[in-house]
């Protein structure tokens, strides 16, 4: 089966640093797109970033552009998301997906990524 698993989150004050990492078995990680999500309490699972190799691209929610960078490790088969100049909105549980295509179309969708890890928290201190 296919598991994912993200890890890396912990507090942090406002303009510090976090790297997430996320690890996918049971898949070839450089065929398929992934991405991360995040959920603050009270609001709903926004997307935050999704890498797609096939097409050469990746995708930032505006919030973070500029901040964040994602990338892989196809050997390792780990998936990071590199969070700079973390501000206290940043605070929410990230998830790590999986999609079962190569494409980030429609990338902000959830409904797209049929693999989900457990969440890692990130709180981001004033």
């Known amino acids: 089966q296919v598991q994912v698993v993200e890890s890396g989150g912990g507090l942090v004050q406002a303009g510090g640093s976090l790297r997430l990492s996320c690890t996918a078995s049971g898949l070839t990680f450089g065929d398929y797109a992934m991405g991360w999500f995040r959920q603050a309490p009270g609001k709903e699972r926004e997307g935050v970033s999704c890498i797609s190799w096939s097409r050469g691209r990746t995708y930032y929610a505006d919030s973070v552009k500029g901040r964040f960078t994602i990338s892989t490790d196809n050997a390792k088969n780990t998936l990071y998301l590199q969070m700079n100049s973390l501000k206290p909105e940043d605070t929410a549980v990230y998830y790590c997906?999986?999609?079962?295509?190569?494409?980030?179309?429609?990338?902000?969708?959830?409904?797209?990524?049929?693999?989900w890890g457990q969440g890692t928290q990130v709180t981001v201190s004033s």
């Open positions: 997906a999986a999609r079962t295509y190569a494409s980030c179309s429609d990338a902000w969708s959830p409904l797209h990524y049929k693999y």
